[in-house]
């Protein structure tokens, strides 16, 4: 009524009222009345906005790809936004008086485009769908330097690189790529794997044959031993057979030289013994025979004086007329022959 009106923002809105084009009152959340006719009210949102993009973009080696993401704002200097932007309500209170603040998400995204495509223009394919985190590190570097975006009083709080993809007919040829290659990596696995259990079993084959072959050792080793140690025990039994028989023969020559010395021995005392029977029978013959008879009687037993004298009977028989013998003669004779 008579053009006055209420206004009432959120907490959420920035508002600058002015009235014929000098703002007499800003700030977030404030309620006024105003006249209509001289008044402008200008509502900013300062709250976070989500501006969701992709872009066709094209590699140095001509090739296209998507880039697709998102990035967060919000507008942090409302006063130099409204300044660059046209954010004037309509009579109604509720629409704006332009498309100004529906450009602003576009100004936000343009900035963020030109950043992404310089870089991609500088990289190959291959090297563009691997650089996600790189992109992003520049993107965050770029984005809070940038100039156009601080001539709008927007900062940028986030922004996230969701996915990097070519083309259908180059993703198609880049599978069939990497199809062939993960199955040459499977056939290169099969293949190491039996190289490695070629390698393997050869292994242990060299390892048994070693085996094989020290235990060869070993045994010729023993046998050697056993042999070396058998030709010691011949060698020792040798030596004391020698030893035995050198003995036999030391003691085969010293029972020589004693039966040679025992035979001089004997030989000097025969010819001693000679000498003296020869010079006994020397003597003999020199004397006469009753005296030598006389001393071989006197040298013999009764018993062999008997014999005598009975051998002297039996030769002179034919002298004798008449002998008588007693009975205790004989007797004691035979006595003395028992004994």
Known sequence: MFGLKFFKADSSSFVIKSINGEARRVGKG???????????????????????????????????????????????????????LNYSLAEDGKSYVSEDPMKLNDRVLRVVQTIIQNHIQQTKLRESLLTSEPLLELLQRELVLNESLKSLGVEVMDVSIAAITPSPETAKALEAEARESILKEADDAIYARRKFSVEQERTIREAELDTDLSVQQKEQELEEARMENQKQLLREQAAIEQERLQSEVDAETKRQELVALSAQNQRIQAEADAYTISEKMKAYRELPVESLRAMALAQMTPEQLMATAFESFAVNANKIGELNISPDLISQFAKQVAR
């Not at 949102?45 to 880039?67: G, H, K, M, W």
Request: hydrophobic share 40%; net charge negative.
């Open 30 to 84: 404030i309620s006024f009345w105003y006249y209509k006719p001289t008044t402008t009210v200008a509502v900013l949102p300062v709250n976070s906005q989500e501006a969701p993009f992709i872009f066709n973009l094209q590699t140095s080696d001509f090739q296209s790809l998507r880039v697709q993401g998102q990035v967060s704002f919000l507008i942090q200097s409302p006063e130099i936004t409204a300044g660059a």
